[in-house]
């Protein structure tokens, strides 16, 4: 179907604006959208601060209070055995009874409260309220986590983890501790059993949103605090999609959590290095439709007044116009030598004429760029051949010096190239392979022949003189222009993927592509030749294992597979 000059007008006008218009909107509704989902994630994060500090820190700190309360208390920084007195697990001794009396009031006042008690540095006694009689005779509160933790952090409280109670609680219980001094002389450590389900009570009685869920995990990842009692003492690392999101002491995150968005955020409490979580889902669409809405709006408008003006400028146009665009469709197509033919006697007839005059000028220069092209790429092929040439001749001074390798760099340069063409390299790519293949064992010029042909096994110090090599080589055509990108890949030659290789000790990605080439090329030559450390040489099926066998380690798989298919396709 034709489309007349004025619809063209139209349509262009539309194209552009639209165009315009599109971008603007969906820059602006990108933008809209980062400050939107930036507020829902500090919003979120806001939410869990306020979370922890008025309930948990709260709670945390009252308990603190009372354990630091008690390890200051006169009758507990004085207290001493008496005489003859036993170690004691499931008694309290007389006079410890006014204490333990106090105490009993404030379990009994406060359910979540599992003990309080006081271990004794002396001898290990606890006296624990109240009293356990499941206690074992044996128990020895210096051997136990709080304890121990307390001792180590002598100036402060310290917590413990979850653990699972050992008394007739048999449930899990947090421990609150502080140690107990006298004249810097350790008296003992007063703890305090928190019962788990305390925790559980406090995130019940947050509201985190409608459907939020607010967790709190310990170092090691186990939930300790959850609304869903079956999460209790479950690990959050068991669940990769989510753990996966805690990447540092605080932060926040939207991510897709099983198929639905979620906002997440999280904070480490310093003291124990607890994590607090909350996690809600978020319907972002749903929060975006006001920005979508307007954004559809706004380049709806703007289309339709474009339209309008594209029709009405359309009348203005007068035929010339036509004339104009039929040219620039014959030129698009490569007819230069056509003009274009304007009748009227005004702006279009000048503007006709110096169209021609471009184009004539165009086709000249389009002649002339034509004919440099050719000159230039007979030039370049005869400078390549040049250096391809001085090249080759660096390359017969390096095999000179070693009598097993007539031949070596040249088979090692058409293998290269082969598997760079199968590999799809591209032109300049395969010119620095060509140079870097020939030259990839220049430095043995500075390695002594008596080394390089010795027969037998090398010493250690003459397999590091032989591992200088590509260091010498890298070094003799520093000042060679035209080699600068080849000298660095022979440089990486003797690297391998899995780090074992020499000069540097290189290891996948950060080993050049064009070195891999060279790598396997050079192993698959020096295996199929003879060689002063093995006069016969391998069969091609042996070459094959051990080419398969070091994929991963000595050689790159991808340049490893796509030489295997060439083997493969030249025994066909």
Same mark, same amino acid.
């Given at each position: 179907?034709?489309?007349?000059?004025?619809?063209?007008?139209?349509?262009?006008?539309?194209?552009?604006?639209?165009?315009?218009?599109?971008?603007?909107?969906?820059?602006?509704?990108?933008?809209?959208?980062?400050?939107?989902?930036?507020?829902?994630?500090?919003?979120?994060?806001?939410?869990?601060?306020?979370?922890?500090?008025?309930?948990?820190?709260?709670?945390?700190?009252?308990?603190?209070?009372?354990?630091?309360?008690?390890?200051?208390?006169?009758?507990?920084?004085?207290?001493?055995?008496?005489?003859?007195?036993?170690?004691?697990?499931?008694?309290?001794?007389?006079?410890?009874?006014?204490?333990?009396?106090?105490?009993?009031?404030?379990?009994?006042?406060?359910?979540?409260?599992?003990?309080?008690?006081?271990?004794?540095?002396?001898?290990?006694?606890?006296?624990?309220?109240?009293?356990?009689?499941?206690?074992?005779?044996?128990?020895?509160?210096?051997?136990?986590?709080?304890?121990?933790?307390?001792?180590?952090?002598?100036?402060?409280?310290?917590?413990?983890?979850?653990?699972?109670?050992?008394?007739?609680?048999?449930?899990?219980?947090?421990?609150? +501790? @502080? *140690? &107990?001094?006298?004249?810097?002389?350790? $008296?003992? /450590?007063?703890? %305090?059993?928190?019962? #788990?389900?305390?925790?559980?009570?406090?995130?019940?009685?947050?509201?985190?949103?409608?459907?939020?869920?607010?967790?709190?995990?310990?170092?090691?990842?186990?939930?300790?605090?959850?609304?869903?009692?079956?999460?209790?003492?479950?690990?959050?690392?068991?669940?990769?999609?989510?753990?996966?999101?805690?990447?540092?002491?605080?932060?926040?995150?939207?991510?897709?959590?099983?198929?639905?968005?979620?906002?997440?955020?999280?904070?480490?409490?310093?003291?124990?290095?607890?994590?607090?979580?909350?996690?809600?889902?978020?319907?972002?669409?749903?929060?975006?439709?006001?920005?979508? +809405? @307007? *954004? &559809?709006?706004?380049?709806?408008?703007? $289309?339709? /007044?474009?339209? %309008?003006?594209?029709? #009405?400028?359309?009348?203005?146009?007068?035929?010339?116009?036509?004339?104009?665009?039929?040219?620039?469709?014959?030129?698009?197509?490569?007819?230069?030598?056509?003009?274009?033919?304007?009748?009227?006697?005004?702006?279009?007839?000048?503007?006709?004429?110096?169209?021609?005059?471009?184009?004539?000028?165009?086709?000249?220069?389009?002649?002339?760029?034509?004919?440099?092209?050719?000159?230039?790429?007979?030039?370049?092929?005869?400078?390549?051949?040049?250096?391809?040439?001085?090249?080759?001749?660096?390359?017969?001074?390096?095999?000179?010096?070693?009598?097993?390798?007539?031949?070596?760099?040249?088979? &090692?340069?058409?293998?290269?190239?082969?598997?760079?063409?199968?590999?799809?390299?591209?032109?300049?790519?395969?010119?620095?392979?060509?140079?870097?293949?020939?030259?990839?064992?220049?430095?043995?010029?500075?390695?002594?022949?008596?080394?390089?042909?010795?027969?037998?096994?090398?010493?250690?110090?003459?397999?590091?003189?032989?591992?200088?090599?590509?260091?010498?080589?890298?070094?003799?055509?520093?000042?060679?222009?035209?080699?600068?990108?080849?000298?660095?890949?022979?440089?990486?030659?003797?690297?391998?993927?899995?780090?074992?290789?020499?000069?540097?000790?290189?290891?996948?990605?950060?080993?050049?592509?064009?070195?891999?080439?060279?790598?396997?090329?050079?192993?698959?030559?020096?295996?199929?030749?003879?060689?002063?450390?093995?006069?016969?040489?391998?069969?091609?099926?042996?070459?094959?294992?051990?080419?398969?066998?070091?994929?991963?380690?000595?050689?790159?798989?991808?340049?490893?597979?796509?030489?295997?298919?060439?083997?493969?396709?030249?025994?066909?």
């Amino acid at each position: 179907m034709k489309i007349s000059i004025r619809s063209k007008i139209i349509l262009s006008m539309l194209i552009i604006i639209v165009i315009s218009i599109g971008t603007i909107s969906i820059l602006a509704f990108n933008n809209a959208r980062d400050i939107v989902l930036d507020e829902i994630r500090q919003s979120n994060f806001n939410t869990l601060q306020n979370a922890n500090d008025y309930f948990f820190r709260k709670f945390m700190a009252d308990m603190e209070y009372v354990v630091e309360f008690w390890a200051k208390n006169e009758e507990i920084v004085n207290y001493k055995h008496k005489p003859g007195q036993p170690k004691m697990v499931t008694s309290i001794p007389d006079h410890f009874q006014n204490i333990s009396n106090q105490w009993m009031g404030y379990v009994n006042s406060s359910p979540y409260i599992a003990w309080i008690y006081l271990g004794c540095q002396e001898d290990g006694s606890i006296f624990i309220t109240p009293i356990d009689e499941t206690m074992p005779q044996d128990y020895d509160c210096r051997n136990r986590e709080w304890y121990q933790k307390a001792v180590q952090n002598r100036n402060k409280t310290v917590w413990t983890d979850p653990y699972l109670d050992a008394g007739e609680i048999g449930g899990y219980v947090v421990t609150v +501790a @502080r *140690a &107990v001094e006298k004249d810097g002389q350790l $008296v003992g /450590v007063v703890g %305090l059993d928190i019962k #788990l389900s305390r925790f559980s009570d406090i995130v019940n009685e947050i509201i985190y949103d409608e459907k939020g869920t607010l967790m709190l995990i310990n170092s090691e990842g186990e939930i300790f605090s959850h609304p869903d009692p079956s999460m209790l003492m479950t690990n959050i690392k068991d669940d990769e999609e989510l753990s996966s999101q805690l990447i540092s002491h605080n932060g926040t995150s939207i991510f897709n959590y099983k198929g639905v968005e979620h906002v997440m955020s999280y904070m480490t409490i310093p003291e124990t290095g607890w994590k607090l979580i909350g996690m809600m889902p978020l319907d972002v669409n749903k929060t975006l439709a006001p920005i979508t +809405a @307007r *954004a &559809v709006q706004v380049t709806s408008a703007s $289309v339709a /007044v474009t339209f %309008l003006i594209g029709y #009405l400028l359309s009348r203005l146009i007068t035929s010339p116009l036509a004339n104009i665009m039929e040219g620039i469709d014959s030129i698009s197509q490569g007819k230069l030598d056509e003009h274009i033919q304007i009748e009227s006697n005004d702006e279009f007839k000048v503007l006709g004429e110096q169209f021609n005059n471009m184009i004539d000028t165009l086709r000249e220069l389009i002649e002339e760029r034509n004919a440099n092209v050719r000159e230039l790429t007979k030039m370049n092929e005869e400078l390549r051949r040049s250096y391809l040439s001085t090249v080759q001749s660096l390359a017969n001074a390096i095999e000179a010096s070693d009598k097993y390798t007539r031949g070596h760099c040249e088979r &090692v340069c058409n293998i290269s190239l082969a598997i760079a063409r199968k590999m799809g390299l591209s032109q300049k790519d395969l010119n620095t392979l060509e140079f870097a293949s020939i030259l990839h064992d220049i430095g043995k010029l500075g390695i002594p022949s008596i080394v390089l042909n010795k027969e037998g096994k090398l010493t250690a110090e003459e397999f590091e003189m032989i591992k200088k090599h590509p260091i010498i080589g890298y070094e003799i055509l520093s000042d060679v222009d035209f080699l600068y990108e080849s000298r660095k890949i022979l440089l990486q030659h003797h690297e391998r993927i899995d780090g074992t290789g020499y000069p540097h000790g290189l290891k996948g990605d950060d080993i050049s592509l064009l070195a891999k080439i060279i790598s396997v090329a050079d192993a698959y030559d020096a295996m199929t030749s003879s060689r002063p450390y093995r006069k016969v040489p391998l069969n091609e099926e042996q070459v094959k294992t051990e080419l398969i066998m070091g994929k991963g380690t000595q050689f790159d798989p991808e340049v490893v597979d796509n030489f295997l298919e060439l083997l493969n396709k030249q025994a066909e």
